[in-house]
């Protein structure tokens, strides 16, 4: 039965958050933590299944030309430092004060973006400064993984200058290759329960098909929209969720 649960809560994650940028992957590891998991193991187990939900988006995110070649080394590679630092602090990192520390950070971006409507919608020039904000935000996706992918998303958009179907593609390239590194150390931890991880890669891999292709047709005001609203959602979940 955990199993048969895993599979459609994997799909929801995924739905929801390849149309709003990743965040909904809380409502994953708060499952894992209610079958019991303690919460690194949870966490590493939802980072396996995090591999279902990047690899048909970017798919689905590159054939409708989203995604900027020339942009992509320099996001990759920010990323990959960031995201190894964090996977490598998940054994002994006080992911509780990490996970107030990403909500606040993602409160003073969606108040920022409430501010100004134009961001999401348009392609703008970027912040001189946007790699050390994104390393930041990439050490939290790989120490904490659930609900911090939506912090890179809004990073590139807000700082790099994206719009919002831009920001996704790229973000969740980025993490493509992230999430594989991160589970590639993961392996040899142990934290990995593969009798929950398949079923969450299963789910995700179906809804980020089509979660990611609702998103494409519906365009940058929908995501933009979605991504505000999953951001509150992450914010409270963060705040007052099981820890």
Same mark, same amino acid.
Request: charged content about 15%.
């Given at each position: 039965?955990?199993?048969?649960?895993?599979?459609?809560?994997?799909?929801?994650?995924?739905?929801?958050?390849?149309?709003?940028?990743?965040?909904?992957?809380?409502?994953?590891?708060?499952?894992?933590? %209610? /079958? $019991?998991?303690? #919460?690194?193991?949870?966490?590493?187990?939802?980072?396996? @299944?995090? !591999? =279902?939900?990047?690899?048909?988006?970017?798919?689905?995110?590159?054939?409708?030309?989203?995604?900027?070649?020339?942009?992509?080394?320099?996001?990759?590679?920010?990323?990959?430092?960031?995201?190894?630092?964090?996977?490598?602090?998940?054994?002994?990192?006080?992911?509780?004060?990490?996970?107030?520390l990403?909500?606040?950070?993602?409160?003073?971006?969606?108040?920022?973006?409430?501010?100004?409507?134009?961001?999401?919608?348009?392609?703008?020039?970027?912040?001189?400064y946007?790699?050390?904000? %994104? /390393? $930041?935000?990439s #050490?939290?996706?790989?120490?904490?993984?659930?609900?911090? @992918?939506? !912090? =890179?998303?809004?990073?590139?958009?807000?700082?790099?200058?994206?719009?919002?179907?831009?920001?996704?593609?790229?973000?969740?390239?980025?993490?493509?290759?992230?999430?594989a590194?991160?589970?590639?150390?993961?392996?040899?931890?142990?934290?990995?329960?593969?009798?929950?991880?398949?079923?969450?890669?299963?789910?995700?891999?179906i809804?980020?098909?089509?979660?990611?292709?609702?998103?494409?047709?519906?365009?940058?005001?929908?995501?933009?929209?979605?991504?505000?609203?999953?951001?509150?959602?992450?914010?409270?979940?963060?705040?007052?969720?099981?820890?």
């Open positions: 039965m955990h199993e048969l649960i895993l599979v459609i809560v994997g799909f929801v994650v995924a739905f929801i958050g390849t149309m709003s940028g990743g965040g909904a992957g809380l409502l994953a590891l708060s499952t894992l933590l %209610y /079958f $019991g998991l303690p #919460i690194n193991q949870a966490i590493a187990t939802n980072k396996f @299944g995090d !591999l =279902g939900f990047f690899l048909p988006a970017v798919r689905n995110f590159a054939k409708a030309k989203q995604i900027k070649k020339k942009a992509l080394p320099r996001i990759i590679i920010v990323n990959l430092m960031g995201v190894t630092i964090g996977t490598l602090l998940i054994a002994r990192l006080d992911i509780d004060i990490l996970r107030k990403v909500a606040m950070i993602l409160a003073v971006i969606i108040i920022s973006s409430l501010r100004r409507k134009e961001y999401a919608l348009k392609e703008r020039p970027a912040k001189w946007w790699p050390a904000i %994104y /390393f $930041g935000t #050490i939290s996706s790989g120490a904490v993984g659930a609900g911090t @992918g939506i !912090l =890179g998303t809004l990073t590139l958009m807000y700082f790099r200058g994206f719009n919002a179907l831009q920001a996704m593609a790229h973000s969740f390239f980025a993490n493509t290759i992230g999430s590194l991160s589970v590639s150390i993961l392996l040899f931890t142990g934290l990995i329960d593969y009798k929950y991880a398949l079923p969450l890669l299963v789910g995700n891999v809804g980020s098909h089509f979660g990611s292709k609702i998103a494409i047709q519906k365009g940058n005001r929908f995501v933009r929209v979605m991504i505000i609203l999953v951001a509150i959602a992450v914010i409270l979940q963060l705040v007052f969720g099981q820890k």
